[in-house]
């Protein structure tokens, strides 16, 4: 069973400080993640994705992939409370499966 | 289109009956997804399409869900015989599958309560 694991949060973080999320994942031959930020009564949005080890860098957001410790992380630098939402992470293959999501409030 | 459009937006019904959902994804969009997110919850996957084939039903909670496409393009998600646990938000996406990552559109969701 593949499985794509999130700590629910809520995570709170002060306006202008870094936001860290996580996402571990249990299947070895994943080969690409998505992040996707979901406002409460909306659809989910796509963020960023990364298929490469390593970082990947997109404006304030860094989407970060460690295949050998199998897990992926999201860094929001100088974060915003209209960042405030949750954070779904998305595992690969032809059932993208996603992981339940992290709450984050950014306060002013 | 210009996006996934689903319809109805919401819906509301008695126990016990049916409803069907609607999905029109993407023009030109090869692959198709259904998932459930009940209040608070993150997002269960239901099914996937690729053309008309559905290589992965393994989230269809029971066999009173059921679901189509044709023409490779709508689909329509059918729950027989409604139960309040099926009360959540049905989403839809859509993906065109090319050599890279590619990622899911999502449509605006159907509503659906069960009284």
């Known amino acids: 069973q593949k499985e794509v694991e999130q700590n629910s949060g809520p995570l709170s973080v002060p306006e202008g400080a870094i936001a860290s999320l996580n996402c571990t994942y249990s299947?070895?031959?994943?080969?690409?993640f998505f992040w996707y930020r979901q406002y409460s009564g909306k659809s989910p949005e796509l963020i960023m994705f990364?298929?490469?080890?390593g970082d990947k860098e997109d404006g304030r957001f860094t989407a970060q992939l460690n295949k050998a410790s199998q897990y992926v992380s999201l860094l929001i630098r100088d974060s915003q409370p209209s960042d405030s939402a949750t954070y779904l992470c998305a595992g690969p293959g032809t059932a993208l499966i996603f992981g339940k999501g992290t709450t984050l409030s950014v306060s002013s | 289109g210009a996006g996934v459009s689903q319809s109805p937006s919401n819906k509301v019904t008695e126990k016990g009956k049916d409803v069907e959902l609607r999905c029109d994804p993407i023009?030109?969009?090869?692959?198709l997804y259904w998932y459930r997110q009940s209040l608070g919850q993150g997002l269960e996957f239901l099914i996937y399409?690729?053309?008309?084939?559905?290589?992965?039903k393994s989230g269809l909670p029971s066999d009173r869900f059921s679901a189509e496409r044709t023409g490779g393009s709508v689909s329509t998600l059918t729950i027989q015989r409604t139960q309040q646990e099926d009360s959540a938000v049905y989403l839809c996406a859509s993906i065109l599958q090319g050599t890279g990552p590619s990622p899911l559109h999502f449509g605006n969701g159907t509503r659906l309560t069960v009284t």
């Open positions: 299947d070895r031959g994943s080969q690409s």
């Open positions: 023009s030109g969009h090869t692959a």
């Open positions: 990364i298929y490469s080890n």
């Open positions: 399409f690729q053309g008309n084939s559905a290589p992965d």
